[in-house]
T-cell receptor, first 109, second 113 residues
Framework: EDQVTQSPEALRLQEGESSSLNCSYT??????LFWYRQDPGKGPEFLFT???AGEEKEKERLKATLTKKESFLHITAPKPEDSATYLC??????????FGKGTRLSVIA | GAGVSQSPSNKVTEKGKDVELRCDPI?????LYWYRQRLGQGLEFLIY????????KSGLPSDRFSAERTGESVSTLTIQRTQQEDSAVYLC???????????FGEGSRLTVL
């Protein structure tokens, strides 16, 4: 059974204080690892897809990396508007995405 | 439409009543998914439709839950005899191909009193 564990559950950063969110996964055969951002009262918004170990993707202040066991979402010099819940999900075969519980990020000005 | 549309955005019902939640996916997206998100929890898979194939119902928590999809368009999730533990946000998502990123609607927040 595919499993995703995200840590920490919550993270509070000062504006400009860089950090990383972790997504550990167990999957029978990874076809893709996905990162989403979810704002309160909204549906998840797609950020990145990573397909193989060693792959990296960047978007503005966010960079996602992937190893065979985990993925990291690095946030460089965050701003208050980066505050959200960040969700990680994995897919194996043609099965639906399996999501972690997310990391709630708060960036304080 | 430009994105996945869900209705109603909010639904308050009494225990024991039936509810229907609607999802209109992005045009051209053949795959449609329903997920449930309880307060403070991750997304829980419910059901998946892919084109004309039989749906994957493996995530439905009980026989009170059912879903239909008309061709490659609108889907309806029905919850019969609602219980308080059904209170959650029900999210619909669609995509053009599998595997691939999902595009989510804003969700339908269900509260069962």
């Amino acid at each position: 059974e595919d499993q995703v564990t995200q840590s920490p559950e919550a993270l509070r950063l000062q504006e400009g204080e860089s950090s990383s969110l972790n997504c550990s996964y167990t999957v029978s055969g990874l076809r893709g690892l996905f990162w989403y951002r979810q704002d309160p009262g909204k549906g998840p918004e797609f950020l990145f897809t990573l397909y193989s170990a060693g792959e990296e993707k960047e978007k503005e202040r966010l960079k996602a990396t992937l190893t065979k066991k985990e993925s990291f979402l690095h946030i460089t010099a965050p701003k208050p508007e980066d505050s959200a819940t960040y969700l990680c999900a994995v897919q194996s075969g043609n099965t639906p995405l399996v999501f972690g519980k997310g990391t709630r990020l708060s960036v304080i000005a | 439409g430009a994105g996945v549309s869900q209705s109603p955005s909010n639904k308050v019902t009494e225990k024991g009543k039936d509810v229907e939640l609607r999802c209109d996916p992005i045009s051209g997206h053949t795959a449609l998914y329903w997920y449930r998100q309880r307060l403070g929890q991750g997304l829980e898979f419910l059901i998946y439709f892919q084109g004309n194939s039989a749906p994957d119902k493996s995530g439905l928590p009980s026989d009170r839950f059912s879903a239909e999809r008309t061709g490659e368009s609108v889907s309806t999730l029905t919850i019969q005899r609602t219980q308080q533990e059904d209170s959650a946000v029900y999210l619909c998502a669609s995509n053009r191909r599998t595997p691939g990123e999902l595009f989510f609607g804003e969700g339908s927040r269900l509260t069962v009193l």
